[in-house]
């Protein structure tokens, strides 16, 4: 009996690439719903600039008589096909990617101009009219298409337009997968198999097949695709019966920048490229973190001897709290803070660590932490304690921007694919910062917004992370 056979359980079974009917694509109605109304959006955006162009301005050809009309429409029809062949119409990102819209929408105007002064011998309209048609029509076409999405989205998080989706994987993969589906809101998950369980026994794969074309599924997504001994048989069987089908590499985390897709041989394969020149910027990175540091401690230090005064009036200790931290390469170093509990804080944690609230117990979070002073909470609450910090970035050991330096309690419950965040300078803000600071409590989380920041690391991504915590800290966010 052949493999066939013994997947479908037919004594006969019909070529596998012959369908038991002929079907449409599953969602294809939608989709082409979704492109024909932003395509009708646009047309009347489009419309509506030149009408009130032709009210508002001195128009030379009045564009709306039944004779002329065919101009104004030729132009709206030229400027659909160009956002369509930026593929502004297809899903996902590229239909709210605004900033193209707006480039296609002008160039399609620098056309018409060009047009104008070619082949036409009279001026068609006016500098004012040019430039009316042409601010309206960008404003327009962004704003309608702001309001699909927006209606989109509403229809989206009342799972009304989800697309019913299937997802195959292990059981390690299976949440990282479920988080990714959730962030684009347009997936539905009515279904998912253990890749082992279908890798185990061919039954279980046509048992699969069946499960997924029985429940409707539009799309399905499998993580582990080496892992399925039959990968033709499940692309023909879903092929067949209109499901696409979606190769989900999620070992490879989510690398947002420098990620090329090629083709080598017919197959696809992912290329990581290297910026055309490597190694200045971090240099660049550096100069900036010495020469920020030098100058914000230079023109705040009444700052520091106010904060240093207040300490002083509070509690009885030092001002500074220095604490040994783990950072680059696994390098011990001695991190400086302002202090804000009681000297004998870290006595007392050893009596407290019932009371910690982080999930898997390697950072120690306590919300109403009895060791804090009372100068102590109102510097946590806007992150003055941090400032001294400033010093570690001028002696080089920590940097702005980067994986918060952790105690030595904490990195040694760490597991092996934890120590990656040691492989970069540490620094006093980062995307854990601003991203929730003390209310994340999950440490697999802070694990996975510090290798989306190592991963996607720019000098434009620092500056973005700096002005963001600025907010942060002003909104009190997270703090305690």
């Known amino acids: 009996m052949s493999l066939v056979s013994e997947l479908s359980g037919n004594n006969n079974p019909l070529d596998l690439r012959a369908p038991s009917l002929t079907q449409l694509r599953k969602r294809i109605g939608s989709i082409w719903l979704r492109r024909i109304s932003l395509v009708a959006v646009d047309a009347i955006c489009l419309g509506l600039a030149w009408k009130i162009a032709q009210i ?57 101009l060009l047009f104008g ?41 009342q799972n009304l337009i989800t697309c019913p989706t299937y997802l195959i994987c292990s059981l390690e993969e299976k949440n990282k997968a479920t988080e990714l589906l959730e962030k684009e ?42 892992s399925i001994e039959n990968r033709m048989y499940l692309y023909w069987k879903l092929r067949n019966a209109g499901v696409i089908l979606h190769i989900l590499p999620i070992e490879l985390e989510a690398v947002e920048q420098r990620l090329e ?6 197959i696809p394969i992912l290329n990581f490229m290297p910026p055309t020149i490597t190694g200045s910027d971090f240099w660049i990175k550096r100069y900036f973190d010495f020469w ?28 500074f709290y220095k604490q040994t931290r783990v950072g680059l390469h696994g390098k011990s170093f001695q991190v400086w803070k302002f202090r804000t509990m009681v000297t004998n804080a870290d006595q007392l944690q050893k009596q407290l660590e019932a009371q910690n ?18 100068v102590g909470k109102f510097l946590r609450r806007y992150s003055l304690d941090e400032f001294p910090q400033l010093f570690n970035v001028l002696f080089g050991e920590m940097s702005l921007v980067g994986p918060r330096p952790l105690p030595v309690r904490d990195v040694g419950k760490f597991s092996q694919h934890h120590f990656i965040r040691q492989e970069v300078l540490p620094g006093i803000t980062g995307l854990w910062q601003i991203s929730g600071r003390s209310d994340i ?23 973005q992370i700096i002005l963001q915590t600025i907010k942060v800290i002003l909104q009190k966010k997270g703090a305690y």
Not at 136 to 155: N, Q, Y
Not at 441 to 463: H, P, Q
């Open 56 to 112: 508002y301005t001195c128009f030379n050809i009045d564009c709306f008589e039944e004779k002329n009309s065919f101009f104004v429409l030729s132009i709206i029809a030229i400027q659909i096909c160009l956002i369509a062949t930026r593929g502004l119409y297809e899903a996902g990102d590229k239909r709210r990617d605004y900033f193209r819209l707006i480039k296609t929408v002008t160039f399609s105007y620098f056309l018409l």
């Open 117 to 157: 002064y070619l082949y036409l011998q009279d001026n068609l309209f006016s500098r004012e009219t040019f430039i009316t048609v042409w601010l309206l029509s960008v404003g327009l076409i962004s704003s309608g298409r702001f309001m699909v999405d927006t209606a989109i989205m509403r229809l989206r998080k």
């Open 185 to 226: 809101n347009c997936y539905n998950l009515i279904g998912w198999k253990n890749v082992e369980l279908i890798a185990s026994s061919k039954g279980h794969l046509a048992a699969t097949i069946d499960e997924i074309i029985r429940g409707g599924v539009a799309e399905v997504f499998v993580c582990s695709w080496q």
């Open 261 to 266: 897709l090629r083709m080598l041989g017919g």
């Open 292 to 319: 920020s540091s030098a100058l914000f401690v230079l023109f705040a230090s009444p700052i520091y001897l106010l904060i240093g005064l207040l300490i002083k009036l509070d509690s009885p200790g030092p001002i």
């Open 357 to 374: 609230e982080t999930k898997d117990g390697i950072l120690f979070k306590m919300k109403d932490d009895p060791r804090i002073t009372r």
């Open 441 to 463: 409590l999950d440490f697999e989380k802070v694990i996975g917004l510090d290798k989306t920041y190592m991963e996607n690391w720019s000098l434009a991504l620092d500056l």
